[in-house]
């Protein structure tokens, strides 16, 4: 059965560092193109950070470019997502999931999601 297990959630302070995992089960995970999400409280779900399947070519948006990294380890099949100088705004539950993408586009190819993680960037 397919299935996405996210975690490495927590409470940290403005400026400090997490580092979230996602391991996937059920699924050919090395050929997948691979994204981290987030959805903070009354706002829609929004990508963060996609990568390619051969770890060749990342994407961030403006608002996380230059202190999210996203990387993959396809013998684990898990993907990261290393948060660093974190901001309160970057609070959210955070999920991975297998994209795609349009244009200039990324979006979910599942028809689920995971439990996603918690991440509470607070002093």
């Known amino acids: 059965q397919e299935r996405l297990v996210e975690s490495g959630g927590g409470l940290v302070q403005p400026g400090g560092s997490l580092r979230l995992s996602c391991e996937v089960f059920?699924?050919?995970?090395?050929?997948?193109?691979m994204g981290w999400f987030r959805q903070a409280p009354g706002k829609a779900r929004e990508i963060v950070a996609g990568?390619?399947?051969?770890?060749?070519?990342?994407y961030y948006p403006d608002s996380v470019k230059g202190r999210f990294t996203i990387s993959r380890d396809n013998a684990k099949n898990t993907v990261y997502l290393q948060m660093d100088s974190l901001r309160p705004e970057d609070t959210a539950v955070y999920y991975c999931?297998?994209?795609?993408?349009?244009?200039?586009?990324?979006?979910?190819?599942?028809?689920?999601w995971g439990q996603g993680t918690q991440v509470t960037v607070s002093s």
């Open positions: 059920g699924r050919t995970f090395s050929k997948d193109t």
């Open positions: 990568i390619t399947w051969n770890g060749r070519s990342a």
């Open positions: 999931s297998v994209v795609g993408k349009d244009g200039s586009s990324w979006y979910s190819l599942l028809d689920y």
